[in-house]
């Protein structure tokens, strides 16, 4: 089968075409004949060796962590797939495999795809749309009446964080370019506003914000100042690097570290069928320009979520 892997970290030139073997599944892993995977910016850092001693992965690395496609074979002690299921599934940050004519996946870590949208334009959801459900649901437990701020809304992350939060009842001020701003007030933004003044008062903004969600990576001491957008007892979520907590005013602190989940993935593919998940994606691909696609992303040229199909 086809496949684009690299065998040594650096540029994008290590980045070739291959052919190699079939995978096979193991027992609790399907193989998955692959319709899409998606570029995240975490593929470039890993590729670079950036990331090689925090998540350690063996060589060659087949890249992509996110993965559509069909059930072809299923290994042994595998529930609930069957050969011919369509699938969306995340690989782990160690593992990789979506940039491939087929990839074997655990079964735990994919679900059902979307009836409502593309089978290859759900590979834009798995790594994404977990990263954001972790900072709306399971760190920023948000909830009906709070005011959520997000710095970064326009982004793929940004734009599903501001759907999340403001499906579960929050008031929310998005944060980005005036390019965005009809986008994100259509996904539920309250307000949208500029990038952020980090020396202004909260107020100009409307805060301070019982949860201030973070996707801009920033020099630590601009993390620092957004801990005075964060109301008294609030919490500050980032995936950008931590933001200082005020003991004096009691605020939190936490950082999105995204894993693999189907049973949470599956929750995010109901989002979608009922109408109220969309999926920003920017351009679509095919895998055979996966190349330049990760110089578009080094060279700041990526427009956004950008879909890489098989087909």
Do not use: C
Request: no cysteine.
């Amino acid at each position: 089968m086809k496949a684009i892997r690299y065998h040594e970290f650096g540029g994008t030139d290590v980045l070739r075409e291959e052919t190699v073997n079939r995978p096979i599944p193991g027992p609790g892993e399907v193989l998955v004949q692959v319709a899409a995977t998606s570029f995240n910016p975490v593929d470039d850092h890993i590729r670079l060796g950036l990331l090689a001693e925090a998540i350690p992965t063996p060589l060659p690395i087949t890249p992509g962590l996110d993965v559509a496609g069909t059930v072809v074979e299923l290994g042994n002690d595998v529930d609930g797939f069957r050969v011919g299921n369509s699938v969306v599934g995340m690989f782990p940050l160690d593992a990789h495999g979506g940039a491939a004519e087929f990839a074997v996946i655990a079964a735990n870590h994919i679900t059902a795809a979307p009836s409502t949208i593309p089978l290859t334009d759900a590979a834009a959801l798995p790594l994404t749309g977990l990263a954001a459900r972790q900072a709306v649901i399971e760190l920023g437990g948000i909830s009906a009446g709070q005011t959520v701020l997000v710095n970064g809304a326009g982004g793929a992350v940004g734009s599903l964080v501001v759907q999340l939060a403001a499906g579960a009842g929050a008031a929310v001020t998005a944060v980005d370019g005036p390019q965005h701003a009809d986008r994100l007030r259509a996904r539920g933004a309250l307000n949208v506003v500029a990038p952020l003044n980090l020396d202004a008062k909260p107020d100009v903004v409307g805060g301070p914000f019982e949860v201030v969600i973070n996707h801009v990576r920033l020099a630590p001491e601009d993390l620092a100042k957004l801990t005075a957008f964060v109301a008294d007892g609030g919490i500050a979520v980032s995936s950008a690097g931590a933001i200082p907590t005020d003991d004096q005013r009691s605020t939190r602190s936490a950082n999105v570290w995204v894993t693999p989940s189907g049973e949470h993935l599956a929750d995010l593919v109901a989002h979608i069928d009922q109408g109220r998940l969309v999926l920003d994606i920017a351009d679509r691909r095919p895998l055979h320009q996966l190349r330049a696609v990760h110089e578009d992303a080094a060279a700041g040229r990526l427009a956004g979520k950008t879909v890489l199909s098989l087909s």
